[in-house]
């Protein structure tokens, strides 16, 4: 839930803010503005444990010797970003009704250097994705000749392995102060419309990167990752949601990087 943080009279109070973007109960006041700001950083910083620890324990759960059932997009959890989905969101189920299951965005060990060829660690099981109370699951079979997908399966077991789903930017969209907009990452909202291309696993540990953030990239970007996996990218509309204008600026742009795709994911994993 986000916070927002009024004057009132010579007081400094914390609110927490409605979906719309208006101002909803009062939590605390404090004499100076420092104060305020200090308890809306513990606030946060205490969702954000608290969503990392959802994400990191109990996001997999091994179902069978190779079998796992992944909750992909957990609602009502909110990221370092402060954005959460919710049971309102479009993931486009229809269109990808099997997504990629990669290794860690297609970073090394370590989420030092990208991979040479983006590791899938399996495939998700046709008919699988459900949602269900606490958000979108979806089962997946590990390839069992794949030594990350043994090393998978073994933290699993132990409850330690990390999700994060993968989208595509130009149409993911983003539901902030009461307004339907282009994703952006760093700005607060309930995320609207996540296409769930691709659903990346990795074992805690070993310098690995943390789970807290929805992970966006551009059009070319997933359609590599697919075409390096051998699985054929679904026909998907241009756009969905958001304003005319906003869609051309955004096709610009990622035409734009279209030949520095790889590069650009690259940059996304280092922010």
């Known amino acids: 839930m986000p916070y ?3 004057k009132d009279g010579d007081q400094f109070c914390v609110y ?3 979906a719309d973007g208006s101002t909803g109960e009062k ?4 004499p100076s503005e420092s104060e305020a700001r200090d308890h ?13 620890a959802f994400l990191q324990i109990a ?6 010797d190779w079998e796992l059932d992944v909750l992909a997009i957990p609602f009502n959890r909110m990221d370092s970003d402060r954005q959460w989905f919710d049971d309102n969101t479009d993931i486009m189920s229809d269109a990808f009704q099997t997504p990629l299951i990669a290794y860690q965005h297609g970073l090394e060990q370590g989420a030092k250097s990208l991979q040479d060829k983006p590791i899938t660690l399996g495939k998700a099981v046709p008919g699988s994705l459900e949602k269900k109370v606490d958000g979108w699951h979806i089962r997946v079979i590990l390839d069992k000749a794949s030594k990350y997908a043994r090393q998978l399966m073994e933290a699993a077991r132990k409850g330690l392995v990390a999700v994060s789903s993968g989208s595509i930017a130009h149409l993911a969209r983003l539901e902030a102060n009461g307004r339907l907009m282009q994703y952006e990452k760093n700005r607060p909202g309930r995320i609207a419309v996540w296409p769930l291309g691709e659903v990346s696993l990795w074992e805690l540990g070993n310098g690995n990167m943390q789970p807290a953030n929805p992970f966006a990239v551009a059009l070319p970007v997933m359609k590599a990752m697919y075409r390096e996996a051998g699985i054929p990218f679904p026909e998907i509309k241009p756009d ?3 304003d005319a204008q906003a869609n051309s600026a955004h096709r610009a742009r990622v035409n734009q990087v279209r030949e520095k795709a790889l590069k650009m994911l690259e940059k996304i994993n280092k922010s």
């Open 16 to 18: 927490t803010e409605n």
């Open 59 to 64: 996001s997999v759960k091994a179902v069978g």
């Open 27 to 30: 939590v605390k006041c404090h």
């Open 4 to 6: 927002v943080m009024q």
């Open 240 to 242: 969905t949601g958001g």
């Open 40 to 52: 809306m950083r513990a606030l946060y910083a205490n969702m954000e444990e608290a969503a990392k």
